[in-house]
C-alpha cells in the first residue's frame, strides 16, 4: 500500500446554517473582521440577513506612529466605512482599552448585553484559542473577546446572570443557536466566498491607515492576496469554491 493510498482526504466542510435572520459579530479591534471573514458578510446581507458589528476597543493601540487619542478615532472612521462596503450599519464600540483586555466578568456582562440589545441568532467572532493553527501567537485582545463571547451567548440567555442588565431594560435572549468562530485553525462550516470577495479587499482596503503602517506592500494588491490566499486554501474542503471558513459551536 503507497503513500497516496494512505493519504487521507481533507473533511469536507458543510455549508453555514441558512434558516437566521440576524447575527451579531464581536471581536476585539477595527479590521478583524475585514481579515476574517467580511467576504461572509456581504453575502449575508446580500441576502437581506440583518448583521451587526460590536468591537470591544476603538484600536487606538495599533498603530506605533499615532498616539491612541488620535489613532482611536481615526480607527473609528475606518471600521465604519468598511462595514458599509458590507452593507453593515450598525457598528458599536465597548471601549475596553485596546491591547489590554481582560478575560472577566466584565466583558462578559458587556459582550451579553449586547446580545441582549441585538437578540441574533448567530453571533461570530474570531480565533479565541493562542495560536493561529500552531503557526503564530495569538493576541490577548482575540483570545480574551473570542472566549468571553462564546461564554456570553450563553450568559445572555439566563436571567440570573448578571441581573443588573433586566434592571437595566435587557430581558433576557436565549435564542443564539450558533456561534460561529472566523478564523478557526479546525473549521467546521463554510460560505462561498466568491459572490462577496471584491467587496472584502475594498472593506479590508478601508483600513488604509493601518495597513500603510503595517506593510510596505502597496495597500490594494496586500488586501487581495491575503483574502484571496486564504478563500483558495479552503476550496479543496469546499467542493472547489473559494471559501470563508468558520467553527461552529451550536447551542
Known sequence: MNDQTNRQSPVRLEPMPEDWQRALAVVAHPDDLEYGCSAAVAAWTDAGRDVAYVLATRGEAGID????????????????????????????????????????????????????????????????????????????????????????????????????????????????????????????????????????????????????ALTDQEPEEYCRAFLTGNAQAAAERFGGRPAVTFEVFSR
Open 65 to 212: 506612529t499615532l498616539a491612541p487619542d488620535v489613532c482611536g478615532p481615526l480607527r473609528e472612521r475606518e471600521q465604519r466605512a468598511s462595514a458599509a462596503v458590507v452593507g453593515v450599519g450598525v457598528v458599536e464600540f465597548l471601549d475596553h482599552r485596546d491591547g489590554v483586555i481582560e478575560y472577566g466578568l466584565g466583558l462578559r456582562r458587556d459582550i451579553a448585553a449586547a446580545i441582549r440589545r441585538h437578540r441574533p441568532e448567530l453571533v461570530i467572532t474570531l480565533n479565541h484559542r493562542d495560536t493561529w493553527g500552531g503557526v503564530a501567537w495569538n493576541t490577548p485582545d482575540h483570545v480574551a473577546v473570542g472566549r468571553a463571547t462564546l461564554d456570553a451567548a450563553a450568559d445572555a440567555g439566563n436571567r440570573w446572570i448578571f441581573p443588573e442588565l433586566v434592571e437595566q431594560g435587557l430581558e433576557p435572549w436565549n435564542g443564539v443557536r450558533w456561534v460561529a468562530v472566523a478564523g478557526s485553525a479546525a473549521p467546521t462550516h463554510a460560505v462561498d466566498a466568491t459572490p462577496g470577495l471584491e467587496r472584502a479587499v475594498r472593506s479590508l482596503l478601508e483600513h488604509r491607515t493601518y495597513i500603510e
